[in-house]
């Protein structure tokens, strides 16, 4: 990612076929390499277990979070971009590789095992009324983002060699992108790959649970301070500490608590209406032109009068304000930005679900000791009407994606340490 970019890794769901003659090349190319096929018993009692991944990055300055996952036979190290905004998860692969991003591992080597066109994982890649089967041997995928970056590939199986927190080891045979063309966006990270997070048949933890080894259940804690953590299955929070709210029965492309009203501080801004879908590939919250207007004319009014400047010259973020001397922390400006902003969720004519955004929620110190704001305006970045709640708006918090129970949550939680159980580390 380049500095002073803005990152947004939201599904553009743009999905195509290749042609024939280009599947049938594809194909040739396909490496020979045989995986092992075998998988955890399916008579295993997993109720209530779940897998759990250290996280590594920020928000600021690194601009992502990644896990890292152990994918083959024999097991490779691979760095995957946490993204619940959406589905495929896809390494830069060698295919050979046309056209490949710097990455921190060598490119993974695909298996010959090939997804057919016709299995419903394929079927899941593509719009309906856009899914043709010129080669039925093989499944090709095109996803674009919004951040203009893009991947071509091919859909393979291999092993992904994973543990629960009781200390069980398995290895499911799931599928995933070999995606041999790559175009950077422009928020490109030095990674592996993505790992789509989420509500689609094609993700991780969709397969999993297809295979009876998790619930479909996603969640992560990212600490504010760097770092947390990622997990699938309901085995490592207590839901009663939870705030939940339903998933959108509309949009049910991402993850989506549906309409929100704006509150600043506490009070309605009659700003309503606002489509919102929590994305973890993004770093910042993106809120389209009218509520980001309002939020930087109300944040201004509230700053009248107060010894901060705002700093054009800080590029680090669209607006900034200088301090009397150089902050250190957010910790240090909140004696000027004291308000928490708000998003309420009507939650179908019931009683309202606010998700607050203390300062720490929406605020970065830059490396130049100033106080910049991490909320921006996404209709400028092609976002349109759609208001995402990124990386940093849920930092120092547990946040829940029930797909089974159809339901998003989330609680105050200290995510700078893994859960106590840990025997498989």
């Not at 589905?87 to 997804?115: G, M, S």
């Not at 993850?255 to 009659?270: I, N």
Request: aromatic share 10%; glycine share 10%.
């Amino acid at each position: 990612m380049r500095k002073g970019q803005v990152n947004v890794f939201i599904l553009l769901l743009f999905f195509s076929l290749s042609s024939a003659s280009d599947q049938r090349w594809r194909k040739a190319m396909m490496s020979a390499y045989n995986g092992s096929s075998s998988s955890s018993s399916m008579m295993m009692n997993r109720v209530g277990s779940s897998i759990l991944f250290p996280v590594h990055g920020n928000v600021y300055p690194t601009g992502y979070y990644n896990v890292t996952i152990n994918i083959g036979h024999p097991p490779k190290p691979y760095f995957l971009d946490l993204d619940t905004g959406s589905d495929l998860t896809w390494l830069q692969c060698n295919a050979p590789c046309v056209h490949c991003i710097e990455a921190p591992h060598p490119l993974y080597q695909p298996t010959n095992d090939l997804v057919a066109c016709k299995d419903p994982l394929c079927a899941a890649l593509h719009p309906p009324g856009d899914y043709k089967c010129e080669s039925p041997d093989q499944c090709d995928y095109e996803v674009e983002y919004a951040d203009g970056g893009s991947s071509l590939g091919v859909l393979v199986r291999d092993i992904f060699s994973l543990n629960y927190t009781n200390g069980i080891r398995l290895s499911p045979r799931l599928a995933l992108g070999c995606g041999y063309d790559q175009i950077p966006g422009t928020s490109n990270h030095p990674l592996d790959g993505i790992l789509g997070l989420g509500r689609g048949k094609s993700s991780i933890v969709s397969q999993l649970q297809s295979q009876g080894l998790v619930r479909n259940v996603v969640g992560h804690c990212l600490s504010g301070i760097g770092g947390g953590f990622l997990f699938f299955g309901d085995g490592v929070y207590d839901s009663s500490h939870v705030t939940w709210t339903p998933m959108s029965q509309e949009f049910t492309r991402y993850y989506s608590p549906g309409s929100a009203e704006f509150h600043f501080g506490g009070k309605a801004t009659g700003i309503k209406n606002l489509i919102v879908i929590f994305d973890s590939g993004s770093s910042y919250t993106y809120l389209n032109s009218q509520a980001y207007q309002a939020v930087t004319v109300l944040l201004k009014k509230e700053l009248s009068g107060r010894s901060l400047k705002e700093a054009p010259e800080d590029q680090t973020l669209p607006l900034c304000w200088k301090g009397q001397k150089p902050f250190r922390s957010v910790r240090d400006a909140k004696r000027y930005f004291k308000t928490v902003l708000s998003l309420a969720f009507t939650n179908s004519g019931r009683r309202k679900t606010q998700f607050e955004l203390h300062p720490e929620a929406y605020l970065i110190i830059s490396n130049k000791g100033n106080v910049c704001l991490g909320i921006l305006n996404g209709t400028q970045v092609g976002l349109q009407n759609l208001n995402v709640i990124g990386d940093i708006s849920m930092q120092d918090r547990m946040v829940i994606y029930d797909n089974e129970k159809q339901v998003i949550g989330w609680s105050p939680a200290n995510c700078d340490n893994l859960p106590k159980f840990r025997s498989y580390m």
